[in-house]
Structure formats: C-alpha cells, structure tokens
C-alpha cells in the first residue's frame, strides 16, 4: 500500500474512531489510529471525566490499546478532531500524548497524519511536533555513562 493511501486508511479509521467520543464536558471529539509495525491499526477516542484529570486523549488510548495487546513498535498515527457534531479541525496532539509516542515511536520516522478528511491530510515527523525530545533513547545513554 502506498504511503498516501496508508494516510487515507488511517484518517477514515480515526473518523469512525472519532464516533466513539466521549465528550459530555468539552463536546470537542477526537478519533485516532495507530498503525504498528507488524500492520494492525488501534483506534482510540477521547475520554472525558467530570474530574478533569482522569480524561485521556485519542491519541493515548490507541497507543496504550496497542501496548496492552503486546504492539512496542509504531509507524504513524491519524487524529480526527473537531467539536461534536461538527467539521472536522485539525489538531495536533497534547503534550502529553506526544511524550507518549516518544516513549514508543521512532522519533526520527514516526508520522502524525493530522486531517479534516481522508482526502486532506498533512503529516508531521514527531521530531517536528517534539524537539528536543525525552525518551528511553535519552535514559539508557545516560545511564551507560
């Protein structure tokens, strides 16, 4: 499958991801698939808690979905976010879901696909959206010095 086609795939999955939202707080839903490296895609929706704190993102679940199944390896992500019932926007990750990805992903070849529809997507290295980087990369060089 082509690199265009794998981002249309993954924006539809995190489109119909997206419908699962659970948003009764900011009615702002988000969809999102992981595709890994053995070639199973995760979706994830955001959320929400009445406590705030406790909510997690799209991007989150879908990782940590994964990671629970046995997935370590990961190459790309689509987000599909928007308020509920509305058009799409596109959006980037929190801060949080991107030291998420950086805790799994390869920081030089792991893609973000961030769209309005399967038909406009935009993808982003995560070392663009995460410079300077933290991850186990970073802690096992340290501690071998």
Same mark, same amino acid.
């Given at each position: 499958?082509?690199?265009?086609?794998?981002?249309?795939?993954?924006?539809?999955?995190?489109?119909?991801?997206?419908?699962?939202?659970?948003?009764?707080?900011?009615?702002?839903?988000? $969809?999102?698939?992981?595709? &890994? +490296?053995?070639?199973?895609?995760? *979706?994830?929706?955001?959320? @929400?808690? %009445?406590? =705030?704190?406790?909510?997690?993102?799209?991007?989150?679940?879908?990782?940590?979905?994964?990671?629970?199944?046995?997935?370590?390896?990961?190459?790309?992500?689509?987000?599909?976010?928007?308020?509920?019932? $509305?058009?799409?926007?596109? &959006? +980037?990750?929190?801060?949080?879901? *991107?030291?998420?990805?950086? @805790?799994? %992903?390869? =920081?030089?070849?792991?893609?973000?696909?961030?769209?309005?529809?399967?038909?406009?997507?935009?993808?982003?290295?995560?070392?663009?959206?995460?410079?300077?980087?933290?991850?186990?990369?970073?802690?096992?060089?340290?501690?071998?010095?």
């Amino acid at each position: 499958m082509t690199e265009e086609k794998t981002n249309r795939r993954l924006m539809e999955e995190a489109i119909e991801a997206r419908k699962n939202a659970y948003v009764p707080y900011s009615h702002f839903a988000v $969809g999102a698939a992981l595709l &890994t +490296a053995s070639g199973k895609i995760y *979706r994830g929706c955001n959320i @929400e808690n %009445a406590a =705030y704190t406790p909510a997690n993102c799209a991007e989150r679940t879908a990782i940590f979905k994964a990671v629970s199944e046995g997935e370590r390896e990961f190459l790309a992500i689509a987000v599909a976010a928007g308020p509920e019932g $509305g058009e799409l926007i596109r &959006t +980037a990750p929190c801060g949080v879901c *991107r030291q998420v990805m950086m @805790e799994f %992903a390869d =920081y030089d070849a792991f893609t973000i696909i961030l769209g309005t529809s399967p038909d406009d997507c935009r993808t982003y290295p995560l070392k663009k959206i995460l410079p300077m980087g933290f991850g186990p990369a970073y802690k096992t060089e340290k501690e071998e010095n």
